[in-house]
C-alpha cells in the first residue's frame, strides 16, 4: 500500500504540470486567432500574386505534417516501447531502503548502424526538398513577373522610421517625379497589376500586404522590383516586417483597392496643389500655425516652401536622388497635401475618422467620416508620447509643448481643409 501510495503521488504532479502546459497552449492558440477587423490575414488570398503563395504553402504544409507525425510517432513508439520501466510495487514494497528503483531489464539489443535506414531517412528528404524546391522555383518566377506595360502605373514604395510613403508615376516612368506624393496608404485599381519599386532611406524595412503579396525588403541604396495586384474591392492591412527600431511594430500600412472609375477620381483629386488659404477663409489661422511650426518639415504642395528657395513645394521636389534619400526635408516627412482624404495617420496606427473606410466609401470617408479629434490632437500635442521615436535624431515627429489649445484647433481645421 506504501508503494502503490507512493508511486500515485509521484504520477499526479507530472499530470497536473501536463494539464498546465496543455491550458497554456490552448491560451496561446486562442489568442492567436485573436485580431481587429483588418487581421494580418495570409490564408484569405485577395490577389493573383497571394493565391500563388497560398497554393505552394498548403501542399509544401501537408507534407510538412505527414513528416512530422512519422518522426515524432517513431519518437514516441522508441521511448514507450524500449523504456525502462520502474520496480513493481510489491517489489517496492519488498525493498523499502533499496536506491535502486528500477527492475533488472536488461538493455535491448545495441545496433551499430542500418545502412539501409540511414539510406532511406537521407534519401527520402533529399527528394521531397528537390521537389518541393522546383514547385517554390515557379512560384518565385511567377511572383516576379510583370504583365503590365511599360507606361503603366508604377509606384516608388519609400520605408522610413516608421511609416510608408507612396510616389506614383502615371506614366510608368519612374525616373521623372512622380505626379503623386502619399503616405500610408497605397490606393490601386482593382483587377490591375500594379509594378512596385521598393526602397529605403534610413534603414532595412520590409514591406508586406499579405492578402495581396508576400513580403519584400526595402534597403537604402537599392531598389527591389516588386508587383502588387487585387481581384477585390477593399482596405488590406500591411505591416514592416523587419525589425527597424523603436516603433517596428507600429509602422503599417493600408492597400486600398478601388474601382477603375473611384481610382480615376481619386487621381484627378490628387494630382491637384493645395490653394493657399487668405485671410477670412476657412482654416486660415490653422494654415498659418502649420507654415510657422509644421512647414519645417511636411510638405503641402502648392503652400509650403520647406527648401526656402522662393519656389512653392511640389512633387518635382521628389525627383532624381532626392526621391529616395533625406538630402531634402521635404523627402523626410509625409506629404500632407490631401491627408484629409486618407483615413489613417502616424503610419497607419491611427484612424483619422471614426467611421472606417470599409463602413463608407473611401472616396466619401473626408465628407461623412466624424473626425477623431482625440487622438490627432494629441498626436500634434506629443507625438512621442504616442509612438516611440527618436524625434532629435530626426527619427518620428517631435513635440509641440509651445502650442496652445486654440493653436491645435486651428491647425485641426486646416488639416480637414486639405482634402
Wanted: with cysteine; aromatic share 8%; glycine share 8%.
Amino acid at each position: 500500500m506504501i508503494g502503490e501510495r507512493a508511486a500515485g503521488s509521484s504520477g499526479r504532479p507530472l499530470w497536473r504540470r501536463l494539464r498546465l502546459v496543455l491550458i497554456a497552449l490552448g491560451v496561446a492558440l486562442a489568442l492567436t486567432a485573436c485580431a481587429d477587423e483588418h487581421p494580418l490575414d495570409t490564408l484569405t488570398e485577395a490577389g493573383p500574386d497571394a493565391r500563388e503563395i497560398n497554393d505552394l504553402f498548403f501542399p509544401v504544409l501537408g507534407v510538412a505534417i505527414v513528416v512530422f507525425f512519422l518522426v515524432q510517432g517513431a519518437v514516441i513508439y522508441l521511448a514507450v516501447r524500449y523504456r525502462v520501466r520502474r520496480k513493481a510495487a510489491s517489489e517496492a514494497a519488498a525493498d523499502p531502503g533499496g536506491d535502486d528503483l528500477y527492475g533488472d531489464d536488461e538493455y535491448p539489443e545495441q545496433v551499430h548502424g542500418n545502412l539501409r535506414l540511414e539510406l532511406a531517412w537521407t534519401i527520402i528528404p533529399t527528394i521531397l526538398l528537390a521537389v518541393i524546391s522546383v514547385f517554390a522555383l515557379i512560384s518565385l518566377v511567377e511572383l516576379n513577373e510583370v504583365s503590365a506595360a511599360e507606361d503603366d502605373l508604377r509606384v516608388t514604395v519609400v520605408g522610413q522610421q516608421w511609416w510608408w510613403e507612396f510616389q506614383y508615376h502615371l506614366d510608368g516612368d519612374t525616373s521623372t517625379p512622380p505626379d503623386i506624393v502619399t503616405a500610408n496608404e497605397l490606393v490601386i485599381p482593382v483587377y490591375q497589376q500594379v509594378p512596385l519599386e521598393i526602397t529605403s532611406r534610413d534603414v532595412i524595412h520590409s514591406f508586406w500586404i499579405p492578402r495581396l503579396n508576400g513580403k519584400r525588403d526595402a534597403v537604402p541604396g537599392r531598389t527591389h522590383p516588386w508587383v502588387i495586384e487585387a481581384d477585390e474591392t477593399g482596405r488590406f492591412l500591411g505591416q514592416c516586417t523587419e525589425f527597424c527600431g523603436l516603433s517596428h511594430a507600429y509602422m503599417r500600412m493600408y492597400a486600398v483597392v478601388l474601382t477603375p472609375a473611384e481610382w480615376e477620381e481619386w487621381v484627378q483629386g490628387q494630382v491637384i496643389d493645395a490653394a493657399p488659404l487668405e485671410e477670412g477663409d476657412p482654416g486660415y489661422e490653422g494654415q498659418e500655425v502649420f507654415l510657422a511650426n509644421c512647414a519645417n518639415c511636411h510638405v503641402v504642395n502648392g503652400v509650403t516652401d520647406v527648401n526656402l528657395d522662393g519656389v512653392l513645394d511640389g512633387t518635382e521636389d521628389y525627383a532624381g536622388a532626392n526621391s529616395t534619400t533625406s538630402a531634402l526635408v521635404a523627402g523626410a516627412a509625409p506629404n500632407l497635401t490631401h491627408v484629409a482624404s486618407r483615413t489613417t495617420f502616424a503610419g497607419s496606427i491611427f484612424d483619422l475618422y471614426e467611421d472606417r473606410a470599409e463602413r463608407i466609401p473611401y472616396l466619401e470617408v473626408a465628407e461623412r467620416g466624424d473626425l477623431n479629434r482625440g487622438d490627432l490632437e494629441a498626436w500634434i500635442r506629443n507625438a512621442p508620447e504616442r509612438k516611440a521615436n527618436d524625434a532629435d535624431g530626426a527619427r518620428g515627429m517631435t513635440a509641440f509643448p509651445g502650442l496652445t489649445e486654440g493653436d491645435i484647433d486651428a491647425l485641426v481645421e486646416y488639416l480637414m481643409t486639405l482634402r
